[in-house]
């Protein structure tokens, strides 16, 4: 007599083995999916239909059920520990690298120098064209200070000077062919030897012009003189410079200009 399994009994068989129900899809790596889909029927190659035909087979006494049973159990676990470790190891392969951490952008303002003014453009254009003139070169506050002592030091009255006062630290120079000629007075100069002094004398002054050098300045080959008064156990003294250039912008050629 052939004994029939009701469905509920081969369902708590399936649940026996240890046999999961289908679960619903879930998202996952193409590494973990590959090893799941590689995973072999629990029921060998008849796949899991057959296990109606093993437990008639078991019924009629052809197949022992109970080996069956535990042959799959084990034979599951085997395989869902396979499975269990492969997909681990996608998981830890697949781990995204670390994202260098980006450094905060400055703001526009501190990155970008800010626009030259009108002001600040027409001042840098006088400075670039000073360079090429050596009467505009930058004289040292010391330089002036210094002058203004001198002069002030031979400054007397004059009753038939221009302006009532007579200036004792000018130099005067005998009558040469560089009297009243454009920039005689520096290319008189310009003919003395180096360490050359010319003297003369103005209302009790003693004057006294030396040649001390000539030498590069600010890119310029200049004469450096010194101007000196003494009276009455006083005196006072200045720098002088004249350099070999353009007087402006409007001169043709070089020539010896007075500086300082």
């Known amino acids: 007599m052939k004994t029939a399994f009701p469905m509920p009994f081969a369902v708590g068989l399936l649940l026996a083995t240890g046999l999961a129900m289908p679960q619903p ?9 590959r090893a799941k889909k590689r995973r072999p029927s629990l029921f060998g190659a008849e796949g899991a239909g057959g296990l109606l035909t093993r437990l008639q087979g078991a019924a009629r006494g052809q197949r ?3 080996t069956d049973i ?17 997909v681990a190891g ?3 392969s697949e781990k995204p690298e670390p994202q260098a951490v980006a450094a905060p952008s400055q ?15 027409a001042a840098r254009q006088q400075a670039e064209s000073d360079k090429q003139y050596p009467s505009r070169m930058e004289i040292p506050a010391e330089w002036r200070t210094a002058k203004d002592a001198y002069t002030e030091f031979g400054k007397v009255r004059c009753t038939g000077c221009e302006g009532g006062f007579a200036y004792s630290g000018w130099p005067s120079w005998p009558r040469d062919e560089f009297d009243g000629k454009h920039n005689g007075a520096e290319t ?3 003919r003395l030897p180096i360490g050359h002094v010319h003297r003369w004398t103005a209302n009790g002054f003693a004057g006294s012009l030396s040649i001390d ?14 101007y000196r008064l003494v009276k009455d156990g006083k005196s006072a003294e200045r720098p002088g410079l004249m350099c070999w250039g353009k ?14």
């Open 25 to 33: 899809a879930q998202a996952q790596s193409d590494c973990a999916a």
């Open 107 to 121: 703001p526009a303002s501190a990155a970008r120098p800010a626009p030259e003014t009108a002001t600040q453009r």
């Open 188 to 190: 008189r100069l310009s």
């Open 64 to 66: 022992n059920l109970g």
């Open 70 to 86: 535990k042959d799959t159990a084990q034979t599951g676990a085997e395989q869902r520990a396979k499975e269990a470790a492969t």
């Open 90 to 92: 996608c998981k830890a």
């Open 247 to 260: 007087s402006n912008q409007f001169a043709a050629s070089d020539s010896w200009v007075g500086v300082f």
């Open 213 to 226: 050098s000539e030498e590069a300045v600010n890119g310029f080959r200049c004469r450096k003189m010194t």
